[in-house]
């Protein structure tokens, strides 16, 4: 007799079609546990903003959500409300085997049904993709109370883990995040196709920076990090990405964007914007320096992006950051960017260490990033939990 699936059901408070790195990691580890015969992959998020349910190679379920939540206090609760009704409404009609909480907020929403006694029987997983001094008291007193019913937390870095360690009773594995599908293989012949493109010489250095709007990644910082490296005697040219979702975006893209040309020249600046994943895999062919200025980082997503196109990233010491990069040297300081303009000028100066690093980094990532390495480990915790080791 032919063994029936495993349905695994992600619960999420964004649409999966939304840009960003909860959503794309969900995306990605959904499209690997499909393609293992034991598993079927159910997610359930807001309505899609850009595709279609039938887009995906596993089951979308959507539910109403709205999407100006934050505007007010009252549609905030409301919201939220109208989230625990739908999830209610979806586990029912799914009966799923496992559920996996991809995102805080749903697992708050959760919790409202499953510390009430709602769903027992279904055991469940959480990945927090965020770090655990981040929270709100309010939250994290609702985080701790659906924890104490859970099957296993997931954190992406061994840091965040050791965050939590004192604070959730059951067990916490670290499955380190992956990228899109989009890096799968690395094109040795890109990055000439791509310099000629652009105009930029082989002796130049390119610097990028690429990122979401948010406070977290310190946009408002990049323009004066530019002008000390320009200061300190270093040629080069800013390739520089960014992702508008907001009206009020669009300010800070022109403030970031005259500040780099106020101290570069606006012919050193290669500037784009929403790139699809694509887009910004070839992006990074671009980019001999990939600049890391956040205040707060989890994981550093876009550093292992970098990585896998043989980016030398640089990095600020925060959060998650330091075991991703897993090189002080490759560290610095916002307060004193000697540091970082030094190792700069030593790594354009001195090629043979500039493509030591490169394939150091480009080894990091095959060891540690990759999507095979991140289905493999979720996959050996479902297997672990539902009792199907080895059945394959």
């Not at 379920?61 to 709205?66: A, F, I, L, N």
């Not at 998650?320 to 303009?341: A, F, R, W």
Request: charged share 30%.
């Amino acid at each position: 007799m032919e063994n029936k699936k495993k349905t695994i059901l992600y619960l999420m408070e964004y649409p999966i079609d939304l840009p960003g790195g909860g959503q794309e990691s969900t995306k990605t580890l959904c499209e690997g546990i499909s393609a293992d015969e034991r598993f079927e992959a159910v997610v359930a998020c807001p309505d899609l903003l850009t595709t279609k349910q039938s887009d995906y190679g596993y089951r979308v379920v959507t539910y109403p959500s709205d999407e100006n939540r934050e505007l007010s206090k009252f549609r905030r609760i409301s919201n939220f409300l109208k989230r625990i009704g739908s999830f209610q409404r979806i586990i029912k009609e799914v009966s799923p085997d496992l559920i996996h909480v991809s995102m805080s907020e749903s697992l708050i929403t959760f919790g409202a049904l499953r510390v009430p006694g709602f769903f027992g029987k279904i055991p469940f997983v959480y990945t927090d993709r965020g770090l655990r001094f981040g929270y709100r008291k309010h939250s994290m007193m609702c985080i701790k109370a659906t924890m104490k019913r859970a099957s296993c937390m997931l954190t992406t870095t061994k840091f965040n883990a050791g965050l939590w360690k004192d604070e959730v009773k059951c067990p916490i594995k670290t499955i380190p995040n992956t990228i899109s599908k989009a890096f799968g293989s690395y094109d040795e012949n890109r990055r000439a196709q791509l310099q000629s493109k652009y105009g930029i010489a082989d002796d130049e250095t390119v610097i990028g920076f690429a990122g979401r709007i948010s406070e977290e990644k310190n946009w408002e910082k990049v323009p004066g990090v530019v002008a000390v490296i320009k200061e300190a005697g270093i040629k080069f040219k800013v390739a520089l990405v960014m992702s508008v979702y907001e009206t009020r975006d669009a300010a800070i893209v022109k403030s970031v964007k005259d500040g780099i040309i106020s101290a570069i020249g606006e012919e050193n600046l290669i500037y784009m914007q929403d790139l699809s994943q694509t887009e910004i895999a070839d992006y990074y062919y671009l980019v001999d320096i990939f600049l890391m200025t956040s205040n707060f980082e989890s994981f550093g997503k876009a550093a292992v992006e970098a990585m896998s196109r043989k980016c030398i990233v640089l990095s600020t010491a925060v959060g998650g950051l330091p075991e991703v990069i897993d090189n002080g040297e490759d560290l610095y300081d916002m307060d004193d960017l000697s540091k970082l303009t030094d190792r700069i000028k030593y790594l354009i100066l001195n090629k043979e260490a500039a493509d030591k690093e490169r394939e150091t980094f480009y080894r990091r990532y095959k060891d540690n990033y990759t999507i095979e390495r991140n289905v493999a480990g979720h996959i050996a915790v479902y297997e672990e939990i539902l009792g199907i080791n080895g059945q394959r």
